[in-house]
């Protein structure tokens, strides 16, 4: 083995001056110790803008063309199908028509191409989301104080993958935020696997578990699959769990050829068992390894990239970094506070605006933490006539439950007495009225005044309904909705039931606040229902093709990996980022480099807006202002 690592040394020396100038004309020198590492661990640190998959698949390039690597003992792990896509075609266009066996791949598709060799897996063996469902509303069926509803399945779903990627019994399992007893939780967890067992299913993480049995329990299976892939690439390193993590580590065995990319300052998905922690041993596990940090900023200016690095620094578990951008920038970090949503937004109107007179709708995007703010953002864009592109498909506010039931209480106000209408909020809250009083489609609440079955006290609420509902009637839509929160017990009962269901009533609050002002500057009742039309047809066309030329509207998680000339952050409040919850999981850090990533995808522009007040409430900035250096205005 000392010999040959000789050799190789000499063969890059001479490789410097003989080999094709386009890997190194436009290379610094760290992409160009990257690209010529061969054997042995590597661990490249890839700031944002680096320039990473222009090494890796140079890197490539130089193992097959100069290091005469058999391109078949080459794999290369990504934690996308897109990205494992994007990387292969920008490799085969890289090498032109050289046939290649490179294998490109995520962890599942890898993992499950192992299986499948010795236990003869099929596509149809993978469970379906629609089968998942089926085999959770069969275990709840046990367990009548489980909530069979969307947020039930997916903290379940959610809970499990976490337990599997960790490598953790389900006793051993703790959220802060469960919202399921830890018995029954329990239960629930083996019941589910044992019915999808019974199926001859599996799902994605368990492809991982039974990977890392097959090899554990056969090595000389694992060695058959070490013989092949020599050379292990991972990207995203900084994503991995433990899981698949073992399998990795055990692949790479002996040469532990093992070349990993990555940014722990990227490190986002903390929330499906992803351990940055991994990163941060990968030396102590490897004493030999070569480590090299990408510097240099190909996308933002330098002014964007030193306060996210000022952001990144408050946190205390990650690797140090000192990064260079090539672009200059003029005044390319702008904070602002506003008074309410409607300042605030009426801002980024006019900031749009304005910077598309310089560039395509497309290359501005708002970013949010979760897409509940996309809702009000669309609204005011489709408002203003701003063309807009969701990259999550959301639902309309109004197709919810809670939008539909405040839309029946005014359209029954309003003369439209159809028996879907009152079936919506007839008790809402309880008023112990029977469903079965109400026989017909055109349904007249009064009438069952005269109802010879309905006791004294029912009659009495339905004359305090019948009251209310006169009341909303003569209502501007804004006053309406807050008359149905508050002087109807509306709100009050949702409330309730959250918390008897142990569910975040914030969610409840916000939804009501975002109907209540979807309804501030319109003329009346008809206005706000055309409005509504207006939305929601614009939101119908803002989930096709993202190459039109519109506003792009993306979750922090979701804009990972893409970049955009302007960028603008709206509601950088406490309790958006960072969350509510992520003191109470003593996890602040995480929201932390979901900032970092959200500030580090605009290239020229980054404007940080932060609320005052939110519904005639105090709000606070977020502390990670403060940590950039931002004082509030």
Not at 18 to 39: C, G, L, T
Not at 215 to 231: C, G, M, N, S, T
Not at 593 to 619: C, D, G, P, Q, S
């Amino acid at each position: 083995m000392k010999s040959n690592t000789k050799s190789n040394t000499k063969s890059i020396t001479r490789s410097n001056t003989n080999y094709s100038r386009d890997i190194y004309e436009k290379v610094n020198p760290e992409q160009a110790a990257a690209i010529r590492h061969k054997d042995g661990p590597m661990m490249v640190l890839a700031g944002p803008g680096s320039g990473k998959t222009f090494v890796i698949t140079r890197r490539l390039r130089y193992m097959v063309k100069e290091y005469r690597i058999l391109p078949e003992e080459i794999l290369v792990i990504t934690f996308t199908k897109a990205a494992a896509t994007e990387m292969q075609e920008r490799f085969l266009k890289l090498m032109g028509d050289e046939t290649l066996g490179v294998t490109f791949g995520t962890f599942h598709a890898i993992y499950f191409q192992i299986l499948k060799n010795t236990y003869h897996y099929e596509a149809s063996c993978i469970v379906t989301e629609k089968e998942k469902r089926r085999y959770l509303k069969e275990a709840f069926s046990a367990h009548p104080e489980v909530t069979d509803d969307e947020q039930t399945y997916a903290y379940m779903l959610s809970a499990i993958s976490k337990i599997k990627n960790e490598g953790i019994a389900p006793e051993d399992y703790y959220d802060a935020c469960c919202i399921i007893q830890q018995e029954t939780f329990v239960t629930i967890f083996r019941e589910y696997h044992k019915i999808m067992a019974a199926e001859g299913k599996l799902d994605f993480d368990d492809m991982v578990l039974r990977c890392r049995d097959l090899f554990l329990k056969h090595p000389e299976i694992l060695a058959v699959w070490q013989q092949k892939y020599r050379y292990i690439l991972v990207d995203e390193f900084q994503d991995i769990n433990p899981m698949q993590y073992d399998v990795v580590k055990m692949l790479a065995l002996p040469e532990n050829n093992l070349f990993i990319v990555g940014d722990d300052d990227q490190s986002i998905y903390g929330f499906r068992g992803a351990k940055p922690g991994i990163m941060l041993e990968f030396p102590k596990e490897y004493p030999r390894l070569k480590k090299v940090l990408l510097r240099e900023n190909y996308r933002s200016t330098q002014g964007i990239v030193d306060s996210a690095l000022k952001l990144a620094g408050h946190n205390k578990s990650r690797y140090a970094k000192k990064l260079k951008a090539q672009k200059k920038g003029i005044n390319d970090v702008v904070s602002a506070g506003f008074e309410n949503h409607e300042e605030e937004a009426a801002a980024i109107v006019n900031v749009i605006r304005g910077a598309v007179q310089h560039m395509p709708y497309r290359e501005i995007a708002l970013l949010f933490r979760t897409n509940a703010s996309a809702r009000f953002y669309s609204q005011k864009l489709s408002a203003a006539g701003i063309p807009f592109y969701l990259k999550d498909r959301i639902s309309s506010l109004f197709q919810g439950s809670i939008g539909q039931d405040i839309l029946a209480m005014f359209a029954y106000a309003h003369g439209e007495h159809e028996r879907r209408h009152l079936l919506r909020f007839l008790n809402k809250p309880p008023r112990y009225i029977r469903r079965g009083l109400l026989e017909k489609e055109d349904c007249d609440l009064s009438s069952l005044l005269y109802h010879p079955e309905i006791p004294v006290n029912i009659k009495r609420n339905i004359r305090a309904l019948l009251h209310d509902l006169d009341l909303l009637r003569d209502m501007h839509p804004f006053a309406g909705v807050n008359f149905i929160r508050k002087g109807m017990g509306y709100e009050a009962l949702l409330i309730k039931e959250a918390r008897e269901k142990k569910r975040d009533v914030s969610e409840i609050i916000d939804t009501l606040d975002l109907i209540a002002d979807s309804t501030r500057k319109v003329s009346g009742y008809p206005d706000w229902l055309e409005q509504i039309d207006a939305y929601e047809a614009a939101l119908a066309e803002s989930s096709q093709d993202r190459g039109q030329n519109a506003v792009q509207l993306v979750t922090m998680h979701g804009a990972k990996g893409l970049e955009y000339t302007t960028v603008i952050l709206p509601d950088v409040n406490e309790g958006n980022v960072p969350q509510k919850k992520a003191d109470k999981i003593d996890n602040p850090e995480e929201e932390r480099r979901v900032f970092y990533v959200a500030m580090t995808r605009a290239k020229e522009k980054l404007f940080l807006f932060y609320l005052k007040k939110n519904i005639e409430k105090k709000v606070l900035p977020s502390r990670f202002l403060k940590e950039i250096g931002i004082k509030e205005k």
